[in-house]
């Protein structure tokens, strides 16, 4: 019974004008634009928040190569941009009486013990929840926190034929032990977003991924195989090697991090699975989202 509705720079483009035939209210705003989002917003109930450090990230990072330079400024340039964005929303969102709750798609930080990395992507959401909680308390106090897993769309679970055996290799620099949960961002964020708000009170850290799907990398190797028929190999790779062909550190300064503590173990305290919400929510596991 909700009216949703959805935010974008640009109310013409194809996925603005379906989510408009499905029944949403498309409006035109930019998280650049504080302005715009106070209009957004006006006499919501609920927000759900999500922004993009890899558009600017890509866009710089060709730039960059383009002429002949060190793509690590790619990294800064973002992380600017989406701290930028995250603030903008938080104050706009703070001075909306109406909000009743405000959820957050965000990354756990990958700084353990004051050591910093060049992995900005896992900082910047991290920075914006930690302003709202220092500059916006009222609005901290309706803050709820969904962390999504591995995309099933991860370059990490696309193998490399080999033409000559007719096996499928996953080079990959996470160890074969580590976990990585895995989630459909386009089929099941929405649904754990709808719990967090309608049957969970506030303060909820949701480490959001699909149903039979929390895998380590071997598992989820060997999942691949099973629902494809077809003989999948593990190829650990080292962050080194991976860098040698063309991976940035952008990606793999985090991966150092995982190898050594587990996806899971760089999520915050308190931190809670699907299967501890008040409604459970069902969704295709990644073997079935591979068979489909």
Same mark, same amino acid.
């Given at each position: ?8 720079? !640009? ?29 957004? +917003?006006?006499?919501?109930?609920? =927000?759900?928040?999500?922004t ?5 990230f ?22 600017e ?22 959820? +957050?798609?965000?990354?756990?930080s ?27 308390p ?6 709820s ?11 990490? +679970? ?11 290799? +996953? ?26 708000i ?24 060997e ?12 190829v *650990?790779?080292? *962050? ?8 940035p550190?952008?990606?793999?300064d985090?991966? !150092? ?6 996806? =899971? ?19 295709k ?8």
């Amino acid at each position: 019974n909700w009216k949703v509705r959805a935010i974008t720079r !640009n109310p013409t483009s194809e996925i603005a004008q379906a989510l408009s035939a499905r029944g949403s209210e498309v409006v035109r705003a930019d998280l650049g634009d504080p302005a715009s989002l106070t209009a957004a +917003f006006a006499n919501v109930d609920a =927000i759900f928040l999500n922004t993009n450090f890899f558009e600017v990230f890509f866009q710089e990072k060709a730039a960059l190569e383009a002429e002949g330079k060190d793509i690590a400024a790619a990294s800064q340039t973002a992380f600017e941009a989406e701290t930028t964005w995250g603030k903008n929303a938080a104050d706009a969102a703070a001075a909306i009486p109406t909000l009743e709750r405000i959820v +957050f798609s965000i990354l756990p930080s990958a700084v353990v013990d004051g050591k910093k990395t060049r992995s900005l992507h896992s900082e910047t959401k991290a920075w914006t929840a930690a302003y709202i909680e220092r500059e916006h308390p009222t609005l901290a106090k309706k803050l709820s926190l969904i962390f999504p897993g591995a995309y099933n769309t991860n370059q990490l +679970f696309v193998p490399v034929e080999d033409q000559a055996s007719g096996k499928c290799n +996953f080079y990959v620099p996470v160890l074969p032990e580590k976990h990585m949960p895995i989630i459909d961002p386009t089929k099941s964020i929405g649904p754990f977003v709808r719990v967090l708000i309608e049957d969970e009170p506030p303060g909820i850290k949701l480490l959001a991924y699909d149903t039979d799907s929390n895998l380590t990398i071997a598992d989820a190797v060997e999942t691949w195989s099973r629902a494809t028929g077809r003989e999948g190999v593990l190829v *650990t790779v080292s *962050t080194d090697f991976a860098h040698s062909l063309g991976a940035p550190w952008e990606f793999l300064d985090v991966v !150092n991090v995982v190898n050594e503590r587990d996806y =899971i173990g760089l999520h915050p305290e308190g931190i809670i699975h699907p299967s501890q919400l008040k409604a459970k929510v069902q969704t295709k596991s990644f073997e079935q989202w591979l068979k489909d």
